[in-house]
């Protein structure tokens, strides 16, 4: 086993070694958090983006990744500093870093790979302006009166058309067919909607829904068929977004409107 109880020995290189040692844990600490972090604004930005959930552009496997990358870091942390101080563990904390680092870059290079370019599989310009969705909406330059025309055009579009039926559906794919810029579009549903684009689109498939629970011709349907039918395309997200916009599950629902169970 490597001897690391000479970590402490008085030397001229103590003071080196500690600050080293400290310098490296605070590094790693920090840039998990704000690696954490930045995987967090991303999940949340795409809301003003795309209606619908993917693991392909969540980054859920990354912010997994991120997390135990910095739990086994910690914990080899005070392995190493047992080993300092005593014989407290019975093996070499270097042989399963070296194992650490080989698993961790086995799985991210997995995972990197199949990963998709985010925003080219959801947009397909490359307008440096329309990245910019964070920006102060008073630097737009949208003025209240054409705010108001927007959102009704957006509305009225909605209504007619039905877009939300298609599970893919981007805020892209909607300024494209209504010739409002998509950062006009974010900035509308914000300010005057006061929904994101996922809540938005989402709240018509709920409505969707339920008019085909009312309707007998689906009485034969399942509730799932009737949910990816309606343009979501996740059970999970079907089930959570429909209950808290009604406050039932959809067997709920549907059961108390029409007597229908399944």
Same mark, same amino acid.
């Given at each position: 086993m490597r001897d690391l109880r000479s970590f402490f020995r008085p030397d001229k290189l103590i003071s080196l070694r500690i600050v080293y040692s400290i310098t490296f844990? *605070? =590094?790693?600490t920090i840039y998990s958090i704000l690696s954490f972090i930045e995987i967090k604004h991303h999940q949340e930005n795409l809301k003003n983006l795309v209606s619908y959930t993917s693991q392909r552009i969540t980054l859920n496997w990354l912010k997994i990744l991120s997390i135990s990358f910095y739990a086994v870091f910690l914990i080899l942390f005070i392995l190493g500093g047992l080993n300092m101080i005593g014989d407290f563990i019975p093996f070499d904390p270097y042989f399963v870093i070296f194992g *650490?680092?080989?698993?961790? =870059?086995a799985v991210y290079s997995f995972y990197g790979i199949k990963q998709p370019?985010?925003?080219g599989e959801v947009f397909h310009d490359g307008e440096n302006g329309e990245k910019k969705e964070t920006e102060k909406y008073s630097r737009s330059g949208l003025k209240d009166s054409h705010a108001e025309k927007y959102l009704k055009k957006l509305l009225t579009y909605m209504e007619t058309n039905k877009p939300f039926l298609n599970g893919d559906l981007t805020i892209h794919d909607l300024a494209e067919k209504t010739g409002i810029a998509r950062h006009h579009i974010t900035q509308v549903l914000n300010? +005057?909607? +006061?929904?994101n684009f996922f809540t938005f689109v989402n709240e018509y498939r709920v409505k969707e829904v339920m008019e085909r629970f009312s309707e007998p +011709? *689906?009485?034969?349907?399942?509730?799932l068929a009737i949910a990816m039918d309606a343009g979501f395309n996740s059970k999970t997200t079907f089930n959570s977004f429909f209950k808290s916009q009604t406050g039932l599950t959809p067997s709920e629902y549907r059961e108390k409107m029409t007597g229908v169970t399944k």
């Open positions: 844990f *605070f =590094s790693i *650490f680092i080989a698993v961790f =870059s370019v985010i925003f300010e +005057k909607y +006061k929904r +011709k *689906f009485n034969n349907f399942t509730i």
